[in-house]
T-cell receptor, first 111, second 116 residues
Framework: QKEVEQNSGPLSVPEGAIASLNCTYSDRGSQSFFWYRQYSGKSPELIMSIYSNGDKEDGRFTAQLNKASQYVSLLIRDSQPSDSATYLCAVMWGGYNKLIFGAGTRLAVHP | DAGVIQSPRHEVTEMGQEVTLRCKPISGHNSLFWYRQTMMRGLELLIYFNNNVPIDDSGMPEDRFSAKMPNASFSTLKIQPSEPRDSAVYFC??????????????FGPGTRLLVL
């Protein structure tokens, strides 16, 4: 059974702080990992993808991957109220771009 | 590009009625996915197609659900007969190509279905 686990939250952080979102996965063979952001009432949109161990930075976002520990995280620096959303971790398996999504972590950034 | 297009955006129907959801993937994408999202179960993959061929329908909840992709630019998800527990947001997503590590799925705006 392919599983992706996330803390449902809510994770509450003050504006300007670092938000840290975590995800674990069960399939050791997974090679591709994604973070999607979903605002209330909207569809998921891709924020970051990561495929290699280590860190990948894009603006205020940093994705971290540790395949040995089967762990992937997303850091949001200088959090803004507009970052308030649900963040979905997704792991790809199989040869046909099949994504398994976690339940999502709700982030609330308060002024 | 207009992105993934779904219709209708909202659907309210009565139990027992047939419901048809429609999706137009991004032009040139050859993988298409149907998802269902509820508060209880999160985002679940129902079925996906590659080059118009259904690859995995193990997520389809029961025989009341069926999906087709008659050509590269159109897919339908049909529920017949519908039940109140089918109420959810149904998303369609498309992806450029198969088998490539890290290909992104682009989601449509979703169809909000309410079965009374």
């Amino acid at each position: 059974q392919k599983e992706v686990e996330q803390n449902s939250g809510p994770l509450s952080v003050p504006e300007g702080a670092i938000a840290s979102l975590n995800c674990t996965y069960s399939d050791r063979g997974s090679q591709s990992f994604f973070w999607y952001r979903q605002y209330s009432g909207k569809s998921p949109e891709l924020i970051m993808s990561i495929y290699s161990n280590g860190d990948k930075e894009d603006g205020r976002f940093t994705a971290q991957l540790n395949k040995a520990s089967q762990y992937v995280s997303l850091l949001i620096r200088d959090s803004q109220p507009s970052d308030s959303a649900t963040y979905l971790c997704a792991v790809m398996w199989g040869g046909y771009n099949k994504l398994i999504f976690g339940a999502g972590t709700r982030l609330a950034v308060h002024p | 590009d207009a992105g993934v297009i779904q219709s209708p955006r909202h659907e309210v129907t009565e139990m027992g009625q047939e419901v048809t959801l429609r999706c137009k993937p991004i032009s040139g994408h050859n993988s298409l996915f149907w998802y269902r999202q509820t508060m209880m179960r999160g985002l679940e993959l129902l079925i996906y197609f590659n080059n118009n061929v259904p690859i995995d329908d193990s997520g389809m909840p029961e025989d009341r659900f069926s999906a087709k992709m008659p050509n590269a630019s159109f897919s339908t998800l049909k529920i017949q007969p519908s039940e109140p527990r089918d109420s959810a947001v149904y998303f369609c997503a498309s992806s450029p190509r198969q088998g490539a590590e890290g290909e992104t799925q682009y989601f449509g705006p979703g169809t909000r279905l309410l079965v009374l």
